[in-house]
C-alpha cells in the first residue's frame, strides 16, 4: 500500500519510498524500537543513492538494498532471526504456480500500460496480501510472502529480461526459493526481494550467456562494454 500510494502521489522519489517500505518489513522482534528501523533505513537510502547505477532495472534490487541496511543494524545487536521448518512438499506447487502469476501479473502491468514498476508490484502484492490470507487456507501468508516476492521480480526492465515467458520462469525459481528459505532470516526486511534479485540475476545471466554464443556462433565478437 506505500508504493501504491508513493506511486501515485510522489511519483519522483516512489522507487526509494519503497525501497524504504521494505526496510519497514522488519518484524518488531528484531528492531526494538523505531530508531533501529530509521537507522537502517538511513543506511538503505545511502547504498541504493551509491549503487543505482548498478543492476539498473533488475527487479528485487531495492529488497537486497533494504536487506543490507536492515543486516548492517541487526547483526552488531542481539537480536536473532526468526526460524522456521521448510513447508510440506503439498505446498509447493501452489507457491510456484502464484508466483510465476505474480511475476508475469507485475511485468505486463508495467510494460504494457501507464504504471510503472513500483505501482504494478504494489498492486499485484496487495491484492496478494490481502485475500490470500483471508481464503486459502493455513498456507495463505506463504502464498501471499510469494507473490509480494515475486512482483519484484515483475518488476525488472524488459530490457533485462525480455517477455512473460521468462519472466514466468524467474518466478518459479522465486517461489521454490521462498519455500526452500523458510527457516532462515525469517523476520527481516529486504528478503523477499533479495530471493527476487537472485532469480533475476540468474535468468539474466542465461539469456545474455545465450545471446553471446549465438552471436559468436555466427562469428560476431562483441566489444567488452557489451558482455559486462
Known sequence: MVGIIAAITIQGVAVPVYCGAFVGMTSPELFGSYWYATLAAVLAGLLFTVAHPVFHGVGGK???????GVLMILL????????????????LFPVVGFAALS????FTVHTRSAADPVLASGLVGTVGGLLLPVFVDASGELLAAAVYSA???????PKRIPNEWWIGTTGIGV???VVYTTPFVGGSGGKLGTIAFGSCLGIHGILRTLNIFHLSRRGYQPPKEETT
Open 62 to 68: 531495492l529488497g537486497t538494498t533494504a536487506f543490507v
Open 76 to 91: 552488531p545487536t542481539a537480536g536473532s532471526f526468526q526460524s522456521g521448518t521448510i513447508p510440506s512438499q503439498r505446498v
Open 103 to 106: 511475476a508475469i501479473s507485475s
Open 151 to 157: 512482483s519484484f521480480a515483475g518488476m525488472t526492465d
Open 175 to 177: 517461489g521454490l526459493v
